[in-house]
């Protein structure tokens, strides 16, 4: 078990997830919204660097218990440039050891341990659940498929590269709603059993943006994300 808290060297083929920037919290969220402020740069830090120090370990045990192999290593970076907005997503290196990144910008704007936790849960369950190549398979499928039928149509060969990115698009979302509310599930489960409290964790969907139910969203409703987060809980008490 290893944390590198260090910028991320970019250039890592990324999860499909990402943290949306904070912004008007929707009216419909049936969730208290958490209210205290902003911390400062200090504080974020030892919050995160606390978080990290219970829920790595949690979040390793299970891995090894889903999975049984060693791709359970977890490198938690946090990527200082600060330029960057509030967003956390997983990722792997050339050796297929995970990788679960920060921003600066998502630590400071967690209110509590419990918001960084549930967070760092979420992405280490995209790993557990193999989301990443889940989602290459199916977009590399789609593109394979969007070619087949410009081909199959006749279309001018110059646009059949065009049919193959959208294809490779539609098919890297088809099922992304499912693995975020999936991650949603089993990162509840990850932080709770490091002890902390999910339900309280999940308030930061209160505070960013909704993104609604749109055709090929990348992002469920944040009301069906806390639905999931509860549910879970109550699964677990």
């Known amino acids: 078990m290893r944390s590198g808290l260090a910028i991320l060297?970019?250039?890592?083929?990324?999860?499909?997830?990402?943290?949306?920037?904070?912004?008007?919290?929707?009216?419909?969220?049936p969730i208290a919204t958490a209210t205290a402020p902003l911390r400062s740069a200090?504080?974020?830090?030892?919050?995160?660097?606390?978080?990290?120090?219970?829920?790595?370990?949690?979040?390793?045990?299970?891995?090894?218990?889903?999975?049984?192999?060693s791709k359970c290593d977890f490198r938690i970076s946090v990527d200082t440039r600060a330029n960057q907005p509030a967003n956390a997503f997983q990722t792997v290196d050339g050796n297929g050891r995970p990788i679960l990144v920060f921003t600066?910008?998502?630590?400071?704007?967690?209110?509590?341990?419990?918001?960084?936790?549930?967070?760092?849960?979420?992405?280490?369950?995209?790993?557990?659940?193999?989301?990443?190549?889940?989602?290459?398979?199916?977009?590399?499928?789609?593109?394979?498929?969007?070619?087949?039928?410009?081909?199959?149509a006749g279309i001018d060969p110059s646009a059949i590269g065009t049919a193959q990115d959208l294809g490779a698009t539609v098919g890297a979302r088809r099922f992304s709603k499912d693995f975020e509310l999936e991650a949603d599930r089993l990162g509840t489960i990850?932080?709770?059993?490091?002890?902390?409290?999910?339900?309280?964790?999940?308030?930061y969907f209160g505070r960013i943006p909704d993104p609604g139910n749109r055709f090929l969203g990348t992002h469920p409703p944040n009301?069906?994300?806390?639905?999931?987060?509860?549910?879970t809980m109550a699964g677990l008490r």
């Open 190 to 203: 990850i932080a709770f059993r490091a002890g902390y409290d999910p339900v309280r964790g999940a308030a």
């Open 9 to 29: 060297a970019m250039g890592f083929i990324l999860a499909g997830c990402e943290v949306v920037p904070s912004g008007p919290a929707s009216t419909t969220q």
């Open 104 to 152: 600066t910008a998502l630590i400071r704007e967690a209110r509590n341990d419990d918001e960084l936790a549930f967070i760092l849960g979420h992405e280490a369950a995209h790993h557990i659940s193999g989301h990443l190549s889940r989602t290459r398979d199916s977009a590399v499928a789609g593109a394979v498929l969007g070619g087949l039928l410009a081909t199959l």
């Open 42 to 69: 200090a504080a974020a830090e030892q919050s995160f660097n606390r978080m990290v120090a219970r829920m790595e370990p949690v979040a390793e045990r299970i891995c090894a218990e889903r999975l049984g192999n």
């Open 223 to 231: 009301a069906d994300r806390i639905d999931a987060v509860r549910r």
